[in-house]
């Protein structure tokens, strides 16, 4: 078990570059996390993952403004997007959104910087055609457009929209609480989560000039309570599945292509039924050939497994997935399929799995990168591909 400071929560995206081969740099990834600015975090942390050895090197930290809580890769693989909780002066509750540049090693370098145009950001995605940024701030339930300059900058926001709203729950849901946007396949829609309402909304983008827009056809009302948080979108961009962080619950909707709306098709929960400790859900993935859709269950320590049917979009649980750790938040499969990344917060760790495809199930490799905090882990791109 590696030894590491910091306090991890990242996320992955996979792009792919064509250096020359050799041994030593053959059939490697690229991991980058990002952390919350507590117990000694150095801000972002890179790491090389060997496929081969199934092993973590730590390459680079980048330190910065307070807590990068969430990150993005460009599709091109050339620049990286974080958001971080700390503001762009010290008057202001906005925090900063920030683009990098990746180098041929995967190292970063900062580009520039934009203010999230909100409080407490928790997410950042980047549209499929390279063009925009999309962020979610969370404590006032707000979310912000960016353009992409040709060198990977970020111009200013193109739109900013404030939800309004509240939701059942006196506790979570007092008001709009934005917690992330998920592009359509095809970039002309994105996918607004707001735990504080319990709405899913589609947005269509405006490709021209960067804003959005929806109708009420396009805005689904989850189950009262719910809380939706992290959503993905299956393959073949027929299906999108929900993780409900208040009610532990897993919402599957098929996807209306002429504009984008979601259409209820079925709830499950996402814990055993003999399981009746305190637990909320975290992040989601569908797997890339579509099959298996894996939600995080903070409290069961587990990752909920389900098959998909790949006619009606309907799932199924297979199993749960022991993460060998405590309260994990964020995880991710890599684009191959082969591995699972998982970061358990309460046990500062990133566990990694070797994930068997025709049953889903996920088995410890026994790599694990500890440190302190840990919440969220995964590779972000292939560096070396033979």
Do not use: W
Request: net charge negative; with cysteine.
């Amino acid at each position: 078990m590696k030894q590491t400071t910091f306090f991890l929560i990242a996320v992955l995206v996979l792009g792919i570059m064509m250096p020359a081969c050799n041994r030593e740099t053959a059939n490697k990834d690229i991991l980058y996390v990002g952390t919350y600015s507590q117990r000694g975090s150095e801000g972002i942390y890179v790491f090389e993952f060997d496929r081969d050895a199934v092993s973590l090197e730590l390459i680079q930290t980048v330190p910065g403004k307070e807590s990068p809580s969430f990150l993005a890769v460009h599709p091109s693989g050339e620049y990286l997007y974080a958001v971080y909780r700390e503001g762009m002066t010290e008057d202001t509750r906005n925090g900063t959104v920030a683009a990098f540049g990746i180098g041929s090693s995967g190292k970063l370098t900062l580009l520039n910087e934009r203010s999230s145009e909100g409080a407490n950001p928790c997410h950042v995605s980047v549209d499929p055609k390279g063009e925009y940024v999309y962020v979610s701030n969370y404590s006032d339930g707000s979310l912000s457009v960016y353009p992409i300059h040709q060198d990977g900058k970020l111009a200013g926001p193109s739109d900013v929209i404030i939800h309004e709203g509240s939701g059942p729950n006196p506790d979570r849901q007092k008001g709009p609480h934005m917690h992330s946007m998920i592009p359509a396949r095809n970039g002309k829609y994105v996918y607004a989560s707001d735990l504080g309402t319990d709405m899913i909304i589609a947005y269509k983008l405006n490709r021209g000039n960067g804003t959005l827009s929806a109708n009420e056809n396009q805005r689904t009302e989850a189950k009262p309570g719910s809380g939706p948080r992290h959503f993905d979108i299956h393959p073949s961009g027929n299906f999108a599945y929900s993780a409900e962080e208040l009610t532990s619950t897993i919402a599957a909707y098929s996807i209306d292509p002429s504009n984008g709306a979601l259409n209820f098709i079925e709830r499950e929960s996402l814990l055993p039924e003999d399981f009746t400790e305190n637990n909320t859900a975290a992040d989601i993935q569908v797997s890339p050939d579509g099959r298996f859709v894996y939600a995080s269950n903070r409290g069961h320590a587990s990752l909920a497994v389900f098959s998909t049917d790949r006619q009606s979009g309907e799932i199924e649980l297979e199993c749960h997935a022991d993460v060998h750790g405590e309260r994990p938040r964020n995880f991710l499969i890599d684009r191959k399929g082969e591995f699972a990344f998982v970061a358990n917060r309460n046990s500062d760790d990133v566990v990694v799995f070797q994930r068997n495809q025709e049953t889903g199930e996920l088995e410890f490799t026994g790599e694990k990168v500890a440190g302190s905090g840990v919440c969220q882990a995964a590779p972000l791109r292939i560096i070396y591909k033979c």
